[in-house]
C-alpha cells in the first residue's frame, strides 16, 4: 500500500484533484468529510466544543453552525489552536481506521489522505509521498470570495490564517499548480497518478 498526503491551501482546487485522482482509481481518506461527522451532536468531540465556545455556536438542531464558529477561530488564533486540538486527534483516528480498511480490501492500493491542515497537523510525517495543489493568491482569493461570498478583506484573513503555500511547497514531493485552468490541472494530475504507479509497483 502506498499512503500519499494531499494539501493545499483554502480554494487552491484541492478537490478537483481529489476527485481526478480517485477516477484514476486511488482511495481517498476525505478529512474534511471525516472532521463533520466527528462533530456530530452528542459525540464527545462534539461536547468538548460545546463545553469551550458556548451553545452560541449551535443551530436550532443542535449541529455545529460551521460558518459562526469559523468566524470565531479565524479571528482568535488561540481558539483556533483549541478547535483542532478537539478536533485533530478524533480525525487522525479515524483516518487510521480507514487506512487499515483499505489495505484490507487492496494491499496494493494507493490511498490518499486529503487534507487542508495536513501538514499543520503533522499528518505528512506518515505519508510516503506528498502532494501539494497550488494556485496565485489572486485566484484563491477570488475563487474564494465566490465560492463562500466572503469580502476580498475577510477571504485575506482566511488565506493568511493558514500555513503560506510557498512553506507547503518546500516540503512536497509533487506540487500541481492549479492557476492554469481545469485541463491542465488535470495533465499534472495524470502524471503524477502514473509517476506513483510505477514508483509503488
Known sequence: MLLI???????????LVSKTLKELGAYIIDADKISREVVEP???AWTEIVEFFGRDVLNNDGKINRKKLGEIVFNNPVKK???EEIVHPVVIEEENRRIKEYKKINPDAIVVI??????EAGGHLRVDKLIVVYSDRETQLKRLC???GLSRGDAEKRIDSQMPLNE???IADFVIDNSNGIENTLIQVKTIFNKLKKWHD
Open 81 to 83: 489552536k483549541r478547535l
Open 114 to 119: 486529503d487534507a487542508a491542515l495536513l501538514i
Open 168 to 170: 507547503k511547497i518546500k
Open 146 to 148: 465566490e465560492r463562500d
Open 5 to 15: 498526503g494531499l494539501t493545499g491551501g483554502i480554494a487552491t482546487g484541492k478537490s
Open 42 to 44: 452528542y459525540t464527545p
